[in-house]
């Protein structure tokens, strides 16, 4: 993604992406493979379906109880010794983080994943300000290097392929010209971090779970970075949105067995690390963002993204992610979850038809976010501010006046069959938009499908 990317739609940030047919089939195919990895470790689950249950309502519950939930925690968090903070937005987060670290005259900061951060951009805010961020998930170091956000909220250089990675590797690292066997690459990498895990002065963490009656956060990797840095320096930093509270222990086991399986179709995360206090003659801060999940609340049907645990599941089966790439969304966070979330923040009002409602994504959500039905109301909320994109405003309400119509409906689609029928798809498929542009045309039925239930069914 570059600056001359700022602006343009989400269909026009996904042509860019589409000029690489091979690279579109690779990202597909690499992210589908995650998705039947996610089938199959559901599948091993008997229960799998009542833990979604489950879930979903502990999540409904925490978020209807929010504020009592939020105070619980607080209260026990300053009795195990750590030091609440609360960001009203991500500058405020920011400049928290920053006083933090200025008081501890820190140089180094090491980072493990947090979309959170990513969302409040404290990389360039701390690095500004003379903080070196280092990013310690082997993933997000590698963008780091390469200068780019993620693509992937759990999987964030999964639009790379390994050769371009050991090319980056041989610029920054100093590793052989032409290297791209994984083991050697990861190798060099664990060296090159733990040379920054021994020189950091603080560690930053993001938080998968809050857990109100312990005071405790939980974090999840598979590399054990976040552990690295937590415990080697005295001071440790964790930010996490309003959302992510949870009641108690038992909760947090709930969804740490559906986490990693509908992620990455692990039985869990190979580190769950539960902190609880700073370690001796050390400090813990946790830092609570709003960030706009206030508003969201306000709203009965956006309220339900915030049940999200965040697993990437929506996006590994999402077909519009997988053939248009992760920076093809104007905003942060990609996907359907990304529309979710972030459809309110896009200048170009086009991210929610980044969709083609099948709800797909609804159906592997771990905490039953109903994705598509969000999203199907995000455009609504669009149409009612008057902010649809260019072209949509003045055809839409045609098709709509069309869609109301039997008549003309009829008559339209029998001329469009029989247009299918012998026209050549080269000629029609400019009229099918960005729709059609990746997409061969349909086969057209022989008639209506008013007609056929009428001969078969009625």
């Known amino acids: 993604m570059t600056h001359a990317d700022q602006g343009l739609t989400h269909a026009e940030r996904a042509a860019k992406f589409c000029q690489d047919e091979a690279r579109v089939d690779w990202h597909s195919k690499a992210l589908w493979m995650l ?17 979604r249950t489950l879930g979903s309502e502990i999540k409904l519950h925490t978020l209807s109880n929010l504020g009592q939930y939020l105070e619980e925690f607080e209260k026990n968090c300053l009795a195990n010794g750590i030091q609440v903070h609360w960001a009203k937005d991500g500058h405020e987060h920011n400049q928290i983080v920053h006083g933090i670290l200025a008081k501890h005259q820190v140089k180094k900061l090491v980072k493990s ?33 390469k200068k780019q956000p993620p693509s992937h909220i759990v999987v964030p250089a999964i639009h790379l392929k390994k050769e371009e990675v050991g090319e980056l590797f041989h610029e920054k690292l100093g590793t052989e010209k032409g290297a791209s066997d994984p083991t050697y690459l990861t190798r060099a990498a664990r060296a090159h971090l733990r040379e920054q895990f021994l020189s950091a002065d603080a560690a930053m963490t993001g938080v998968n779970m809050a857990i109100a009656d312990q005071g405790a956060v939980v974090v999840c990797t598979n590399e054990g970075n976040a552990d690295m840095g937590a415990n080697l320096p005295k001071l440790q930093l964790h930010s996490m949105g309003i959302d992510k509270v949870l009641p108690d222990l038992a909760s ?42 206030s508003d969201m609340l306000k709203d009965k049907i956006l309220a339900e993204s915030l049940k999200c645990i965040r697993c990437g599941g929506c996006l590994n089966t999402c077909p519009v992610y ?8 104007n ?25 083609t409602l099948c709800g797909s994504c609804s159906f592997v959500c771990p905490t039953k976010v109903p994705l598509d039905k969000i999203i199907h109301h995000h455009r609504r909320l669009k149409a009612e501010a008057g902010t649809l994109p260019y072209g949509k405003s003045s055809y839409m309400p045609l098709v709509g006046k069309l869609m109301a119509s039997e008549t003309l409906l ?22 099918s938009g960005a729709w059609g542009k990746y997409r061969e045309l349909p086969v057209a039925p022989e008639s209506s499908f008013e007609r056929w239930y009428k001969n078969n069914r009625s």
């Not at 399986?261 to 709003?290: C, K, L, W």
């Open 35 to 51: 998705r039947e990895k996610r089938d199959r470790a559901a599948g091993s689950l008997p229960e799998w379906e009542q833990l």
């Open 113 to 145: 994943k947090s979309m959170l951060t990513e969302e409040c951009h404290l990389n360039p805010y701390l690095e500004e300000r003379g903080i070196e961020v280092i990013d310690t998930d082997l993933g997000e170091r590698i963008i780091q290097l």
């Open 252 to 293: 947090s086991g709930v969804l740490l067995r559906t986490l990693a399986r509908n992620a990455t179709g692990q039985p869990i995360t190979t580190y769950s690390s539960f902190y609880r206090g700073p370690q001796e003659n050390g400090e813990m801060h946790v830092i609570i963002v709003d960030n706009g999940r």
């Open 322 to 329: 997988r053939r248009s790439g992760g920076f093809s969304y």
């Open 331 to 355: 905003y942060t966070i990609p996907g359907p979850i990304g529309i979710a979330v972030g459809a309110q923040h896009d200048d170009t009002n086009s991210i929610p038809w980044a969709c």
């Open 410 to 431: 009829n008559a339209s689609m029998g001329i469009a069959r029989t247009s299918l029928r012998i026209l050549p798809h080269s000629l029609l498929k400019p009229f």
